[in-house]
């Protein structure tokens, strides 16, 4: 009888298996793109399409909830309002990707590759205004990179002792956080020098050894932050509320 | 929370898939075909995808020559009538650039008379170079394969793919250009290569073309004796492979 019940459980894991990482080709990716339009986006949700060069693709409004996206060059995609949720886009190039208003809420964005030389571009960086970033992982240099009005709450960008060991760390240098909500994210060690955070809310954001050189911090909410040890010499700080006696000196 | 119905990718679909797209389809970005709803069709006679080389070799005055030659062909009037001569009166193009990464320069085109055939001249003189420096015809047609034909508005009677380049494929491709061209073949395309017999690789070029790049159904091989040469062999072989469908639709008696 227990022969039988494990049966059924190994059956069941593997149909379970094969149903979320169905592995799709890129032609069938474009053919259900072609046939898709606004009222009837295309449904990617939990396929596998990783490392598929889908560079230049139109994914406006499309399904890509928890889809595997490992590696796949989504270089110059429009992925406006797509519903990214729980997909891993670990290694993926995301140079010029608009995720304009798109949810990328719990995303697994390791490696991601926003560049395609070693000079950070302000013109390759993808653009991220509006979109739900709630509890992602990422680890991508974002420099100069438009999160206006994003909401980043418990977003996961803070340096570990892991990610320590290795070349990678989060740039949000230069970007654009204005209005962005970043309450309770994991901003540690991470580089927001000359970031424009002006109304953004920070509330309990740990933001411990961050480099905050120059940021405009103008109006921001700071309240309940971790700000030991971070940078805010030439920092504008004019309206910022809930800094208390933390902030170093230097900062305007 | 989403309220728009999603449709489901269709189980099997494929590189055959877009020969049975029924449906004319309208996307974003650089695959938007140039086609007003109210022209778009049920069926057209040609489906043809103009892939021209662009890699280093292809100089500003050679690239000129190259696009100059096929908006000439479109204003000949033996092209347009060919183009117009099948059962639908009607060709899509498109053309596509490719060198290290191939790109979609004119989308889709609808060519229905003369004035839209004239039109679309227009648009490839006007089309911005892609520069790079490597010729990848595999990239190329595993491009075409997989983000141009999928998107074809509607679908047709016959689709080629026009490949002309001056040089063998040199990005040393995981996947060869003779096994992308035997998917496309096998997905009922026609490949055929003009190739530009100039510069160092003249010798052997349209032998490789012969070997690895065309095939399909009445595939053939229609080589330029140099750059200048272009404008020519491309007017000679639109009029031979679309003449190839207004063949078989003529009356017998006719033939």
């Known amino acids: ?252 | 929370m989403r309220t728009e119905e999603a449709r489901s990718i269709p189980r099997g679909a494929g590189l055959a898939a877009f020969i049975s797209i029924g449906s004319a389809v309208i996307v974003g970005c650089l695959l938007v075909p140039a086609v007003p709803a109210s022209a778009q069709r049920e069926m057209v006679d040609t489906a043809l995808v103009l892939a021209v080389d662009v890699s280093g070799s292809v100089t500003p005055e050679r690239f000129a020559l190259q696009m100059e030659g096929i908006a000439r062909a479109f204003e000949d009037a033996s092209v347009q009538r060919a183009v117009l001569s099948g059962p639908h009166r009607s060709t899509f193009v498109t053309l596509v650039e490719w060198s290290n990464r191939p790109a979609v320069s004119v989308p889709w085109t609808l060519i229905t008379d003369r004035e839209s055939a004239r039109a679309l001249a227009a648009r490839i003189r006007e089309a911005r170079r892609v520069d790079d420096q490597f010729t990848c015809m595999s990239a190329a047609l595993q491009m075409i394969a997989g983000k141009v034909l999928p998107f074809l508005p509607a679908p047709a009677v016959r689709t080629i793919i026009d490949v002309s380049g001056d040089g063998h494929d040199n990005c040393n491709p995981a996947k060869p250009v003779d096994a992308v061209r035997d998917e496309l073949v096998a997905a009922g395309v026609t490949i055929n290569g003009l190739p530009i017999l100039e510069g160092e690789e003249a010798d052997t070029l349209e032998g490789w073309y012969r070997n690895h790049v065309i095939g399909g159904q009445n595939a053939f091989l229609l080589p330029a004796s140099g750059f200048r040469d272009f404008g020519r062999a491309i007017r000679a072989k639109f009029v031979l492979e679309i003449s190839f469908l207004a063949r078989r639709f003529l009356p017998r008696s006719a033939n």
């Open chain 1, 1 to 252: 009888m227990w022969r039988v019940l494990l049966l059924l459980v190994i059956m069941v894991l593997f149909s379970g298996a094969s149903a979320v990482d169905r592995r799709v080709s890129l032609g069938e990716v474009s053919t259900a793109l072609a046939r898709s339009s606004p009222a009837n986006p295309a449904n990617f949700e939990g396929l596998d399409l990783s490392y598929l060069d889908l560079s230049g693709l139109d994914f406006r409004r499309a399904n890509l909830r928890g889809a595997n996206l490992y590696g796949a060059d989504l270089s110059d995609c429009d992925l406006s309002h797509a519903d990214l949720s729980h997909a891993d886009l670990d290694h993926a190039l995301i140079i010029r990707t608009n995720f304009t208003g798109a949810d990328l809420s719990d995303v697994s964005m390791y490696a991601a590759v926003t560049t395609s030389s070693l000079q950070i571009s302000g013109r390759e960086a993808p653009i991220l205004a509006g979109a739900n970033l709630e509890g992602a992982r990422i680890v991508a240099r974002l420099s100069q990179a438009n999160l206006s009005g994003a909401n980043l709450k418990g977003v996961q960008m803070g340096a570990d002792r892991r990610l320590l060991r290795t070349n990678l760390f989060n740039d949000l240098s230069g970007s654009d956080l204005t209005a962005a909500d970043l309450s309770h994210a994991d901003l540690r060690e991470v580089r927001l020098a000359f970031a424009r955070l002006v109304g953004a809310k920070l509330l309990g954001a740990n933001l411990a050894h961050s480099d905050l050189f120059h940021a405009d911090l103008t109006a921001a909410d700071l309240t309940g932050a971790d700000l030991s040890d971070a940078n805010l010499a030439q920092a504008i700080l004019k309206d910022t509320r809930g800094l208390g006696s933390r902030v170093q000196s230097g900062a305007n």
